[in-house]
């Protein structure tokens, strides 16, 4: 039985990044969807850098066939560099770079992809029975806005498992989970008492849906053993967390943290492009033409 270390500092991150990436062909026939630029750097970098920002800096991707670019994009690449440096390319010889050193490294394949909950599970050899952070690649939070670390606060103060939560029209919430709550003492941190995956509008516990960002109690692990395959024949981590909301020990309780910050979906074709958007217009160096740019392109089509 895994023994739960609710007040041990969090220094593990797990990505979950075996996924088809479906939504996303025929670019993603040959290339992650992982690696898919986000301006100019893949989604997958943002996601490694908020999980350092947080001080999680041993990180676990759990990976699938065809996703070798993922190590090699966080790896040296000798050959490049010492073009570069040839050239006298300082600039982006320290991009280049970047990414080989932002964090240490490990992998492991999901070799039979049952689901987030499954994706999960395989983390647990290099987990062992420490609390750990989960971060989907497909949301991505800005950096202004410290969602993890606040997770991580939460965590090591109250034990058992964080979810981040954010209110959703409640016509979208058939696209996450979501969370019955009650309130605490903090205004942006909620008990959740129960948890439902992409459940039907009217029959949804609250307007509360979770989003990619978790910390979570090592008990998770013989929770998932058990949990049999739920929506979509997978296993389901929001099951798992489910049963975990009940408890008051063992792996329990279960809290989650209010986001009202900006936050990213890459996760379908229109909103990867309106992150693009957002994320361009925001950059120092892009940011002034292409918003000049944008004004210009808009004022035409509304003419039109």
């Known amino acids: 039985m895994t023994q739960s270390h609710p007040r041990t500092r969090i220094s593990k991150a797990v990505i979950p990044a075996a996924g088809l990436g479906t939504r996303f062909l025929p670019a993603t026939k040959a290339t992650p969807k992982e690696m898919l630029p986000v301006v100019d750097k893949p989604a997958i970098q943002y996601v490694v850098e908020e999980a350092v920002s947080a001080q999680l800096s041993d990180v676990l991707m759990i990976t699938g066939r065809n996703k070798r670019a993922l190590e090699d994009h966080f790896d040296r690449n000798y050959e490049l560099e010492e073009a570069l440096t040839r050239k006298g390319d300082e600039s982006r010889l320290a991009r280049v770079r970047e990414s080989s ?59 058992g498992s964080v979810v981040a939560l954010m209110r959703v029209d409640r016509s979208q919430i058939h696209l996450y989970g979501a969370a019955a709550v009650v309130p605490t003492s903090d205004d942006d941190v909620v008990r959740v008492t129960d948890m439902v995956e992409k459940p039907d509008p009217d029959q949804a516990p609250s307007s509360y849906a979770v989003i990619g960002r978790y910390v979570l109690d090592a008990a998770v692990f013989d929770v998932l053993k058990k949990t049999e395959p739920g929506r979509g024949g997978e296993i389901q981590l929001t099951d798992a967390l489910r049963e975990l909301s009940h408890r008051d020990d063992t ?54």
């Open 251 to 304: 792996g329990g309780p279960v809290h989650g943290v209010v986001f009202t910050g900006r936050r990213y979906d890459t996760g379908d074709r229109g909103d990867y492009l309106r992150a693009i958007v957002r994320l361009a217009c925001e950059r120092d160096d892009l940011g002034p033409d292409f918003r000049t740019w944008l004004r210009s392109y808009v004022t035409e089509e509304m003419q039109e």
């Open 101 to 159: 050193g932002l964090a240490t490294m490990h992998y492991v394949r999901q070799g039979d992809p049952k689901g987030l909950g499954h994706a999960v599970l395989c983390a647990e050899p290099h987990v062992g029975d420490q609390p750990f952070a989960v971060l989907l690649g497909d949301d991505l939070i800005d950096p202004r806005d410290p969602l993890l670390a606040r997770m991580v606060e939460v965590q090591e103060r109250h034990g």
